[in-house]
C-alpha cells in the first residue's frame, strides 16, 4: 500500500529551515518562517508565560483529559481578548485546537458539514497553507485581487471587484491583521466597505487573525475583524496564540462560531465539539491553560502585553531602518512601503530568481515569492540586507 504514495510538494516556507540549516556561512540571515526572534536572534519564552508555567507546575494536580472543546475559560479570555464586547456572548461557539492551523483547518471542515457547495474565497496572494488545506479538503476555491505589485499596497478597487462576484453562502476568508504574506493591510474604511459586500453577497467571513498585537497595537489589529463580528449575521473566527504569546510549539489556537441567534449556538457548538473529537479527540492543553492564565491575572497580563508592546515597537523600528537604509542606498523611495507595512512579513515584490540570488550571493533566506520576516533581522543585520537587495538589482 504504502508503495503507492506520491511525493508530496514540499511547503515553501518550511523547506527554508533545513536549507538555512544546512547553510555553513556564519553571516547567514535567515528571514522565512513567520517566528519572532530579539536582537539576539533568540524566539524567546515570553516572561509572563514562563511566570505562568511555573505557577502551573506548583499548582497542577492532574493531567487527565479537560474537555472535547478545551476550557471554557480559556473560551472566555480568549473571546475577550479577540472580540472585546463587540458581540454578545451567547452568540459565541468555540472550540480550543492545535494551533491556528488547527482552527483553519476545524473550520473548512464546519463548512464541509454546515455548507458542502460553498467556495472558499481566498485573497491572492494568501499564506500558502490555506491553500494547501482547502485544496487537500477537496473545496472548490476561488481568489479575490488584494495586492497591487506595482504599489506594494492593497488592491482595493480589485478586491472589491472580485468580492461582489462571491454567491450567496460562499465563505470569504479574511486576515484579521498583518497580512501573510504582504505585510499590506486594509483601512477601517475598507473594512467597512468589505462588510457590505459581504451584507449584500450574503456571504460567510472566516477571519484568520495570528498576529494580533504585531501591527498597530491589540486593539487597533482586532478593529476590523470586531466591526465584521458585530455587523455580520455570522462570522468564524480562527485565532493563533502562536506568535502574541510566543507558544508557537504548544500548539495553541481557537475557532470562533458566531451565530445569528443564541438560539443556534447549543447545536454549532456540539458541532465543533464533535469535529473536534473526529480529528483529534482533546486539543492540547498546556498552552491554552498557560494563554488563560496570563489573560486572567493583572499583573501576568499587563507584563505580557509590555513584552508584546516592546516586540511591537521594535519591529516597526526595523522596517523605519531598512526603508531609510534602502532609501539612502539606491537613491529612490520605492521601498517606502516598507515603513507602511504591519505586522512580520512584506513582500518585496521580486521574482523568484532574485530571491535565490540573494540567498546564493549573500546567505539571505527568504521566501521564493519575495515575503520577509522582518523580525528575523536586527539594527547590525539591516544594512546588510539592504545592501544585498541593491546589489541584486531588486
Ligand atoms: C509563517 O507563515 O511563516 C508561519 O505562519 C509559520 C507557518 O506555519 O507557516
Request: charged share 20%; aromatic share 6%.
Amino acid at each position: 500500500m504504502l508503495t503507492n504514495l506520491k511525493p508530496q510538494p514540499a511547503d515553501k516556507i518550511l523547506e527554508l529551515i533545513g536549507m538555512y540549516r544546512a547553510d555553513p556561512r556564519p553571516n547567514k540571515i535567515d528571514l522565512g518562517v513567520g517566528v519572532y526572534k530579539n536582537a539576539e536572534g533568540v524566539t524567546p519564552v515570553m516572561r509572563a508565560i514562563k511566570a505562568a508555567e511555573k505557577q502551573l507546575w506548583e499548582a497542577e494536580t492532574t493531567k487527565s483529559y479537560t474537555g472535547l472543546a478545551g476550557e471554557p475559560a480559556f473560551h472566555d479570555a480568549m473571546i475577550e481578548l479577540v472580540l472585546g464586547t463587540s458581540v454578545e456572548r451567547d452568540r459565541i461557539a468555540a472550540a480550543a485546537t492545535p494551533g491556528g492551523t488547527g482552527a483553519i483547518r476545524q473550520a473548512m471542515e464546519l463548512v464541509m458539514l454546515a455548507s458542502p457547495e460553498a467556495t472558499i474565497w481566498v485573497s491572492h496572494p494568501t499564506w500558502p497553507n490555506h491553500l494547501s488545506i482547502i485544496k487537500h479538503l477537496g473545496l472548490p476555491l476561488k481568489e479575490y485581487r488584494y495586492f497591487d505589485s506595482e504599489t506594494r499596497a492593497v488592491d482595493f478597487a480589485g478586491m472589491a471587484e472580485d468580492l461582489a462576484g462571491v454567491k450567496a453562502g460562499d465563505i470569504v476568508l479574511l486576515h484579521g491583521c498583518c497580512h501573510n504574506p504582504t505585510g499590506a493591510n486594509l483601512t477601517l474604511a475598507e473594512w467597512a466597505e468589505v462588510i457590505s459586500i459581504l451584507q449584500d453577497t450574503g456571504a460567510t467571513p472566516l477571519i484568520d487573525i495570528a498576529y494580533q498585537g504585531f501591527g498597530d497595537g491589540l486593539e487597533e489589529d482586532a478593529a476590523g475583524l470586531r466591526m465584521v463580528a458585530s455587523e455580520m449575521p455570522e462570522c468564524l473566527i480562527a485565532a493563533s496564540c502562536s506568535k502574541n504569546f510566543g507558544v508557537y510549539r504548544e500548539r495553541t489556537g481557537i475557532l470562533m462560531a458566531i451565530s445569528e441567534t443564541a438560539k443556534n449556538t447549543g447545536v454549532t457548538q456540539a458541532n465543533l465539539a464533535y469535529l473536534n473529537r473526529q480529528n483529534f479527540s482533546f486539543p492540547p492543553d498546556h498552552g491554552a491553560r498557560l494563554v488563560t492564565m496570563v489573560l486572567t491575572d493583572d499583573a501576568l497580563r499587563a507584563d505580557w502585553k509590555a513584552e508584546l508592546e516592546e516586540v511591537r515597537v521594535g519591529m516597526l523600528g526595523l522596517r523605519e531602518q531598512l526603508a531609510s537604509e534602502l532609501q539612502r542606498l539606491s537613491g529612490s523611495d520605492r521601498f517606502g512601503f516598507l515603513a507602511q507595512h504591519r505586522g512580520m512579513f512584506s513582500r518585496l515584490g521580486t521574482t523568484p530568481e532574485l530571491v535565490q540570488k540573494l540567498r546564493e550571493d549573500h546567505g539571505i533566506y527568504m521566501v521564493s515569492d519575495s515575503r520577509l520576516n522582518i523580525a528575523g533581522l536586527n539594527k547590525n543585520t539591516v544594512p546588510v540586507l539592504a545592501e544585498a537587495i541593491v546589489k541584486t538589482g531588486i
